[in-house]
């Protein structure tokens, strides 16, 4: 069975310190993961994802992630946070053409 | 311009009626999804369409029903609303449907409210 877990409903860092959301998926095959932020009252948006290629992926607004098969994790990061990335993110892992599961999201709050 | 858009964007109504929901994309891709958000933010995968054509289609109530005029639109009506579809319904789209691959894009969402 294919699953994908965020360990953490909240985060909350103070602006400037190093963010970590994470991520661990349960997959029989090998997987694409991705992740997506949802700000505030507005759709998601796609801000990295890993399909087979380099583990450690580089996405926008200075979020990266990388893909550790032995530890089935995905973990998002960003060295330094700002009010901006407050909002809700979303891991997805996707095991063949058309299926795919979202996480239940990991809402980052962000202290001036 | 926008990529995908919905209306309403939002949309207060009484329980026992009927009602859609519109969906357009303008980035030409052939693959258009219907999700549901719930108040604790879980979303929820309901149909896709490809080319007009019904790819994926969860277990929902079959008081919904998605209608694809053209690849470019994707609509969602419901019938006979009942308090528990209050949510916010997103569309998205890709390009050919490879979700292991591709990117999907978003509407901005509606949210449903059945009193």
């Known amino acids: 069975a294919q699953s994908v877990t965020q360990l953490d409903s909240h985060v909350s860092v103070s602006e400037g310190t190093p963010v970590l959301l994470r991520c661990n998926y349960s997959s029989s095959y090998s997987p694409s993961l991705f992740w997506y932020v949802q700000h505030p009252n507005k759709g998601l948006q796609l801000l990295l994802k890993y399909t087979s290629a380099a583990t450690l992926v580089k996405g926008i607004n200075g979020f990266e992630a990388e893909f550790k098969k032995s530890e089935t994790s995905f973990h998002l990061t960003k060295p330094s946070a700002h009010m901006s990335d407050a909002a809700e993110y979303f891991c997805v892992v996707s095991v063949n053409f058309n299926k795919f599961y979202f996480g239940s999201g990991t809402k980052l709050n962000v202290k001036p | 311009d926008t990529a995908v858009s919905q209306t309403p964007k939002y949309l207060v109504t009484q329980m026992g009626n009927d009602k859609s929901i519109k969906c357009e994309q303008n980035?030409?891709?052939?693959?258009m999804y219907w999700y549901k958000q719930d108040s604790k933010k879980f979303l929820k995968i309901m149909f896709s369409?490809?080319?007009?054509?019904?790819?994926i289609n969860e277990t929902v109530p079959n008081r919904f029903s998605p209608k694809s005029p053209d690849k470019a639109h994707l609509n969602l009506h419901i019938n006979s609303l009942e308090l528990g579809d209050s949510a916010v319904y997103f569309c998205?789209?890709?390009?050919?449907?490879?979700?292991?691959?591709?990117?999907?894009?978003f509407g901005p969402g509606t949210r449903l409210l059945v009193l």
């Open positions: 369409y490809n080319n007009k054509e019904l790819i």
């Open positions: 998205a789209s890709s390009l050919t449907g490879r979700v292991d691959q591709e990117t999907q894009y």
């Open positions: 980035l030409g891709h052939d693959t």
